[in-house]
């Protein structure tokens, strides 16, 4: 039971040779979501929603990804 509630668990490993860590950010809303853009095909992979700072310290530490390494898109 409510299933939907819980945080999305890795749909794959964070491979730095073949993914780009990305935040899209809208610029209406306001919503940002964190994920990986595969080089190679430009494809977006979406793992989370970005609401808050502690959201965003939780997709760095998950993934080890450094913050100067990630990739703004609006």
Same mark, same amino acid.
């Given at each position: 039971? @409510?299933? @939907?509630?819980?945080?999305?668990?890795?749909?794959?490993?964070?491979d730095?040779?073949?993914?780009?860590p990305?935040?899209r950010s809208?610029?209406?809303?306001?919503?940002?979501?964190?994920g @990986?853009k595969?080089?190679?095909t430009g494809q @977006?992979q979406?793992?989370?929603l970005?609401r808050?700072?502690?959201d965003?310290?939780?997709y760095?530490r998950?993934y080890?990804?450094?913050?100067?390494?990630?990739?703004?898109?609006?």
């Amino acid at each position: 039971m @409510f299933e @939907f509630l819980k945080k999305k668990k890795p749909v794959s490993p964070y491979d730095r040779e073949k993914k780009i860590p990305v935040i899209r950010s809208s610029i209406c809303t306001g919503e940002q979501v964190a994920g @990986f853009k595969d080089r190679a095909t430009g494809q @977006f992979q979406e793992v989370m929603l970005i609401r808050s700072d502690a959201d965003l310290q939780e997709y760095l530490r998950f993934y080890a990804v450094d913050k100067d390494d990630i990739q703004r898109e609006w």
